[in-house]
């Protein structure tokens, strides 16, 4: 049998906590790679069957640090999925982020996990003692498409999130109780731009952050009304 090389990319990728999988986000599929052997074999798990399950990209892939077996599944769909190893069985699919899931991150006890979603402004901590419960809602600006990660600190006694309007927040999650907002400890400036990337040193009191997004040109913003005269000649010609 021949192969052919795969005209669509991955849109999203995670290592099992043990290092001998690779979880690997498609739409509608989840291929399962075995690190010890290289190539094309994977196993293959589709996500969307008979009209139930997670439908659209998979778009972000977290496990479960304390019990390697949950694997936490994202979608475009707005929807995460949890499912267990062997065999990436289905356990629920929890409903309630505003937009496509961009992230997910357990903390490091195992019991909440921790989602967010473009052009939505809540990061999601779901109580996963309590299947379906939202433990708490943490605010930030985000009114973009693009991909705006947090982070947790190694203890998990912080989580820290960039914004589309340059700033950085920390929040105090030891705080968070049951259908709380939570509000900031911390905000400060970092950039110009929308800071889409944040993340915790594992060992030391420090942070990096990135910035930058798209931007598309708005031809109504044009200066010279005559450049936009002959566009519409030409196009019409």
């Known amino acids: ?4 090389d795969e005209v669509i990319s991955a849109n999203s990728i995670a290592f ?16 399962v790679f075995d690190t ?26 977290a496990t479960n640090p304390l019990n390697p077996n949950i694997i936490a599944v994202g979608s475009y769909d707005r929807s995460i999925g ?18 496509g ?15 967010g979603g473009r052009k939505d402004s809540e990061i999601l901590c779901w109580d996963l003692r309590n299947i379906g419960h ?9 009114n973009t498409n693009q991909r705006i990660y947090f982070d947790l600190s190694s203890d998990s006694k912080y989580l820290v999130t960039g914004s589309d309007t340059g700033f ?30 944040v993340s915790f040193h594992p060992t030391l ?5 990135t910035s930058g997004q798209r931007r598309f040109a708005d031809i109504s913003d044009s200066e010279d009304e005559h450049d936009l005269s002959l566009v519409n000649t030409q196009q019409e010609n």
């Open 1 to 4: 049998m021949l192969w052919a």
């Open 16 to 31: 099992s906590p043990d290092g001998n999988k690779i979880y690997s986000g498609f739409e509608k599929w989840i291929r």
């Open 36 to 61: 010890s052997s290289s190539g094309r074999i994977c196993d293959l798990k589709q996500t969307y069957v008979d009209k139930t399950g997670q439908k659209g990209i998979i778009s972000c892939i």
């Open 82 to 99: 949890l499912y267990e190893e062997p065999g990436l069985t289905n356990i629920c699919v929890l409903l309630g982020q505003k937009g």
């Open 101 to 115: 899931l961009t992230h997910l991150q357990f903390s490091s006890d195992g019991n909440r996990l921790y989602s």
């Open 134 to 142: 939202v433990l708490s809602v943490i605010n930030r600006e985000v």
């Open 168 to 197: 950085v927040a920390t929040y105090d999650i030891n705080c968070e109780a049951s259908d709380e907002i939570m509000k900031p400890l911390n905000t400060f400036s970092a950039h110009k731009d929308c800071v889409n990337g």
């Open 205 to 209: 009191p420090l942070l990096s952050t």
